[in-house]
């Protein structure tokens, strides 16, 4: 990442972070609100794949598998607590007599805490280190992670004893006893949320801008030369792999606490590469763009879906292909453009006037 991108990427998060913590707040009412937040869950993963699709090369077409991890976690330990003492409602409507074993860990929120920033990174390291030390990448990755994803998802929908099934987990209202329902704990969560969400992006500049990003970058041109000058590529891809599963677990957390129920449509195929165009249009090459797109896309969604509800999937598909085939580095790539332009006006401008002075 060069100073110049840089300075624009720093520029426009911070105007960003305005918008989302001292204007949104304000300015919409509840239940917008409450979608803003939603759309800014995603955005944490729309980062993650800036970082391994746009810098990386990697592909990954399953991230609403370490998105729902992190979405389900929480939504464990918040259902035991709305339940407490007795099972979860749709364990007793499947006839489940104890709780099960892999529940326990989530009776407590410091365990769970612990589960979503470890589990799905975790998980995450070992597949992708596996796969890329086999040298698997490109589409073939990509298969192998939408595999996953629909497989993750029939998995939960055929377990309803332990998972709620197709209908997923909901009905919590306390996180620690204190409620997370009602405008004012939604606003609170908002702001907690953009709080974190800045963190996370912080981070990931910082990735971008270090050593790893442009070994990342090197790796995405030209891997066997990397590997060759002494490299373990495999641990590097792993690594930022794990790195942006971390990220999809946060968001999925901040999903659940802010949409109040978490079911296996959002880490199906479908969810999955609604985050891919998250990242393509907002840009795959910034950080900033990915939470511009995911915030954006967001919104057209909602509008889409409830104006054309029975096509409005194509526009979704329409809208990724117009980003890679005219905007291949989306919208901050425009910006960058425009900026760009400005900058080579405004020199060419300079001795025209020193020419009309003389």
């Keep these: 990442m060069g100073a110049q991108k840089l300075k624009l990427e720093v520029a426009s998060g911070l105007l960003v972070w305005v918008l989302l913590l001292g204007v949104a707040p304000w300015?919409?009412?509840?239940?917008?609100?409450?979608?803003?937040?939603?759309?800014?869950?995603?955005?944490?993963?729309?980062?993650?794949?800036?970082?391994?699709?746009?810098?990386?090369?990697?592909?990954?077409?399953?991230?609403?598998?370490?998105?729902?991890?992190?979405?389900?976690?929480?939504?464990?330990?918040?259902?035991?607590?709305?339940?407490?003492?007795?099972?979860?409602?749709?364990?007793?409507?499947?006839?489940?007599?104890?709780?099960?074993?892999?529940?326990?860990?989530?009776?407590?929120?410091?365990?769970?805490?612990?589960?979503?920033?470890?589990?799905?990174?975790?998980?995450?390291?070992?597949?992708?280190?596996?796969?890329?030390?086999?040298r698997v990448s490109g589409v073939y990755f990509a298969i192998v992670t939408l595999a996953l994803a629909l497989t993750l998802t029939v998995l939960i929908v055929g377990q309803q004893g332990d998972t709620g099934g197709a209908n997923g987990i909901t009905d919590f209202r306390t996180l620690m006893q204190m409620p997370i329902v009602g405008d004012g704990p939604q606003r609170t969560?908002?702001?907690?949320?953009?709080?974190?969400?800045?963190?996370?992006?912080?981070?990931?500049?910082?990735?971008?801008?270090?050593?790893?990003?442009?070994?990342?970058?090197?790796?995405?041109?030209?891997?066997?030369?990397?590997?060759?000058?002494?490299?373990?590529t495999a641990h590097i891809k792993a690594s930022v792999f794990a790195l942006a599963a971390f990220f999809s677990a946060l968001g999925g957390a901040f999903y659940t606490l802010q949409v109040g129920m978490i079911a296996p449509s959002v880490l199906g195929v479908v969810a999955s590469v609604e985050m891919v165009i998250f990242a393509a249009v907002g840009g795959r090459m910034s950080v900033v763009g990915a939470v511009i797109g995911a915030v954006l896309v967001g919104f057209l969604r909602s509008y889409l879906s409830e104006t054309f509800p029975e096509i409005w999937l194509y526009f979704l598909g329409a809208l990724f292909l117009?980003?890679?085939?005219?905007?291949?580095?989306?919208?901050?790539?425009?910006?960058?453009?425009?900026?760009?332009?400005?900058?080579?006006?405004?020199?060419?401008?300079?001795?025209?006037?020193?020419?009309?002075?003389?």
């Excluded at 090369?57 to 729902?68: D, T």
Aim: proline share 4%.
């Design 27 to 134: 300015a919409l009412d509840p239940f917008r609100l409450n979608l803003m937040a939603k759309y800014l869950a995603f955005a944490f993963v729309a980062i993650g794949i800036v970082l391994t699709w746009g810098y990386g090369g990697i592909l990954s077409l399953g991230q609403g598998i370490f998105f729902g991890l992190g979405g389900y976690m929480l939504a464990m330990c918040l259902k035991l607590e709305a339940s407490a003492p007795e099972l979860p409602d749709f364990m007793v409507w499947s006839s489940v007599e104890q709780l099960p074993l892999w529940w326990e860990p989530f009776r407590h929120f410091g365990w769970t805490l612990l589960g979503i920033a470890v589990l799905p990174a975790a998980l995450a390291y070992l597949f992708s280190y596996a796969v890329f030390k086999k």
């Design 322 to 358: 117009i980003a890679v085939l005219v905007l291949p580095n989306g919208l901050f790539g425009l910006l960058e453009r425009c900026v760009l332009l400005l900058k080579r006006k405004r020199a060419a401008s300079i001795p025209v006037q020193e020419d009309v002075r003389a």
């Design 189 to 232: 969560l908002y702001c907690i949320e953009v709080l974190v969400l800045e963190a996370v992006m912080g981070i990931a500049l910082f990735v971008a801008r270090s050593r790893l990003g442009k070994v990342l970058v090197a790796i995405s041109n030209q891997e066997g030369r990397v590997r060759f000058s002494g490299y373990n």
